[in-house]
């Protein structure tokens, strides 16, 4: 069996996970790579932020170039996986869908409310299968043209996602995702009555600066990845998995990470999270008032944040969100397994 990956491949981030799950699980005769990390990196920052920003530039064509390398080197391949294919030329995928006889697009991130993409968009058709953990976009794959559309849920990765630290060792509240107006405002709301938070992520430089004197804040940088980021999480008492307000996010990677990680999860309730956890399992609240008292009378009870921390990890684990068990499933769902 021959397979071709094509996705971010850093040591740390979730495509690169998702990609040596799929070479274990499968076991090819040949894995070739199509790291988009390389040509993205050999990028002058102003073009790999115009490509960011609006898909255009030279970004598009080094990504869709580098991909089209890689083909280039093998014959036919049973199996194409392309992970977050927002950047991939139409003409360049029409290749890759030339020569393999199974063509399977996953992403983790919304495809049409956040990061729509015409060169998603005018491709999709080329897709046997489109694998997103967005359920409030499933409609709108098949109304744009997709021949399979399956859903799965976010995951993570039991080699880096454990618990590193005794609970007596733990300390303090941690966010670790992107700086939202809201999550300011929430995060703003805890220091200034005695919570005790930690923050990591992109665009928290002002509020960092802002807060710079309040000794309930500790601003860990722009972001955390790879072991950084599970022993943070691990670290601490309480992990906030606050959902995305620029579209209707229902879950997302922290839900899982958090408690894999040994550690307590605090959400807000939705139909799809109440369809995860029980109240016994995670810290569910409604506002930012509720919030705040439940913190700190959880605070108050160390033992009842291991109980309910220990309920969420085995949850988890015995549900399968990690990413071998989800991975497992699109494969089968296929007719690789």
């Not at 005695?194 to 665009?203: L, P, T």
């Not at 839900?255 to 369809?275: D, K």
């Not at 291991?306 to 990890?313: A, I, K, L, P």
């Amino acid at each position: 069996m021959k397979v071709l990956y094509s996705g971010h491949y850093k040591v740390g981030c979730t495509s690169r996970m998702r990609g040596e799950q799929l070479k274990t699980i499968l076991q090819p005769d040949a894995f070739f790579v199509a790291d988009s990390d390389i040509p993205v990196d050999s990028t002058p920052m102003v073009f790999r932020s115009l490509g960011w920003r609006t898909y255009r530039g030279p970004l598009i064509g080094s990504i869709s170039d580098a991909l089209e390398k890689t083909l280039s080197e093998v014959d036919m391949l049973d199996l194409a996986w392309i992970d977050k294919g927002v950047f991939i030329k139409k003409s360049t995928l029409e290749k890759v869908r030339a020569k393999s006889r199974k063509l399977i697009h996953y992403t983790p991130d919304c495809a049409f409310y956040f990061n729509r993409s015409r060169h998603f968009l005018d491709g999709i058709s080329q897709y046997d299968h489109c694998v997103t953990t967005k359920s409030f976009e499933l409609e709108m794959y098949t109304s744009h043209g997709a021949k399979d559309v399956v859903f799965c849920t976010q995951g993570y990765d039991p080699n880096l996602h454990f618990p590193r630290h005794s609970h007596s060792n733990k300390e303090g509240i941690i966010f670790i995702g992107l700086c939202e107006p809201y999550r300011e405002d929430l995060l703003a709301y805890l220091i200034a009555n005695g919570i005790h938070v930690k923050v990591a992520g992109e665009n928290w430089e002002r509020f960092a600066r802002v807060h710079a004197k309040n000794p309930f804040l500790v601003y860990l940088g722009k972001g955390l990845f790879g072991q950084d980021y599970a022993s943070a999480i691990s670290g601490s008492l309480i992990g906030l998995g606050l959902l995305s307000r620029k579209f209707p996010e229902l879950h997302t990677t922290r839900t899982f990470e958090i408690p894999a990680c040994g550690t307590l999860l605090a959400t807000e309730r939705n139909p799809e999270i109440g369809g995860f956890f029980t109240e016994e399992e995670v810290l569910y609240y409604t506002g930012r008032e509720d919030l705040l008292s439940k913190l700190h009378k959880y605070l108050r009870s160390p033992e009842i944040i291991r109980e309910v921390s220990n309920r969420g990890s085995e949850k988890i684990r015995s549900l399968r969100f990690d990413y071998g068990h989800i991975m497992t499933g699109i494969l089968e769902h296929a007719g690789f397994i």
